[in-house]
């Protein structure tokens, strides 16, 4: 039985985004779910005001759901829970964003809001992204390396012997992708 040497692949940088966006969430809800509650009641009833304050009190309940699948998606290196927080983040945490921040009639503060608020959830998605195609790469080499020995009978024999000499298997076994041109 081997051991495999799987590296670890979770990212403290998007861990530290995800941290600090939760807090600025925090302020952002503290600043915006009140103001849009005050412009439904002063201001005129307008369909966009209640869209706006909709989708603000939505970002903020999503919100919750989408940085436990980005917690948890980085920590565990879990592709499943990562896809799901691109999945959150794309559609609807950025839409939920995007479409207050295209209306009408918005306090001074609340540009500068959306657009902090829209430079986190890029360099999320951005960051994210990265990190699926780095779980993925590594979840198919651990793959191949576990199914080293069934792919090639002679496996054993050529790993014995690659130890005292200079064979080509010998260290980046597992590391790389499985290439049929090569290892068959």
């Known amino acids: 039985m081997r051991i495999l040497e799987i590296p670890v692949n979770s990212d403290l940088n998007f861990q530290m985004l995800l941290y600090y966006h939760g807090y600025y969430n925090m302020l952002y809800a503290f600043i915006l779910?009140?103001?849009?509650?005050?412009?439904?009641?002063?201001?005129?009833?307008?369909?966009?005001?209640?869209?706006?304050f909709i989708m603000t009190?939505?970002?903020?309940?999503?919100?919750?759901?989408?940085?436990?699948f980005g917690y948890m998606g980085n920590i565990n290196e879990s592709f499943p829970e990562l896809i799901a927080f691109l999945i959150l983040t794309f559609l609807f945490s950025l839409v939920f964003?995007?479409?207050?921040?295209?209306?009408?009639?918005?306090?001074?503060?609340?540009?500068?809001?959306?657009?902090?608020?829209?430079?986190?959830?890029f360099f999320e998605l951005a960051i994210g992204i990265y990190l699926c195609s780095k779980f993925s790469n590594t979840m198919s080499a651990?793959?191949?390396?576990?199914?080293?020995?069934?792919?090639?009978?002679?496996?054993?024999?050529?790993?014995?012997n690659a130890i005292n000499s200079s064979h080509p298997r010998a260290v980046p076994l597992g590391?790389?992708?499985?290439?049929?041109t090569e290892d068959s």
């Open 33 to 52: 779910i009140p103001g849009s509650f005050y412009q439904l009641l002063v201001g005129v009833k307008d369909a966009n005001m209640v869209v706006k």
């Open 57 to 68: 009190l939505v970002f903020c309940i999503t919100e919750i759901w989408r940085f436990n």
């Open 97 to 121: 964003v995007i479409i207050p921040y295209a209306s009408k009639f918005k306090y001074p503060h609340e540009d500068c809001m959306y657009i902090i608020n829209l430079l986190f959830l």
């Open 142 to 160: 651990a793959y191949y390396r576990r199914t080293a020995p069934i792919l090639d009978k002679k496996f054993k024999k050529k790993y014995d």
């Open 175 to 180: 590391m790389r992708r499985l290439k049929k």
